[in-house]
């Protein structure tokens, strides 16, 4: 079975937690480094919910980056060309039914 989110959001927490303290950090250092509040990381490392503009800020300030990196898919998707290649098939569905009028 699929884990929960908050079961995830507590294992990135722990993870993060983690990392801090493998730098000797403490959470007011962390903070100010990743220049979030304090009772945000305090939310993000107990699992609590967090925005992900501070998870990334904190994974940033830990000097984690491929960690987000490892995120981005492989092959980058632009909806809007899809939009334009339906398009073009529209089109020429369209001229292929048109017939000449005599």
């Known amino acids: 079975m699929a884990r929960q989110h908050q079961e995830l959001e507590v ?3 722990s993870a993060l937690r983690a990392q801090r303290i493998e730098r000797r950090l403490t959470q007011e250092d962390l903070a100010e480094r990743a220049n979030v509040s304090l009772g ?3 939310n993000l490392e107990n699992g609590r919910g967090s925005t992900t503009g501070t998870m990334v800020r904190v994974v940033h300030a830990l000097g984690r ?3 987000l990196s490892s995120l981005a898919p492989d092959d980058t998707f632009n909806p809007l060309d899809l939009v334009d290649s339906r398009r ?3 089109s020429r569905a369209r001229r ?4 000449p009028q005599a």
């Open 65 to 67: 980056d491929e960690w």
């Open 96 to 99: 292929v039914r048109r017939r």
């Open 88 to 90: 073009a098939g529209t």
């Open 11 to 13: 294992e990135l927490g």
């Open 40 to 42: 945000a990381l305090k």
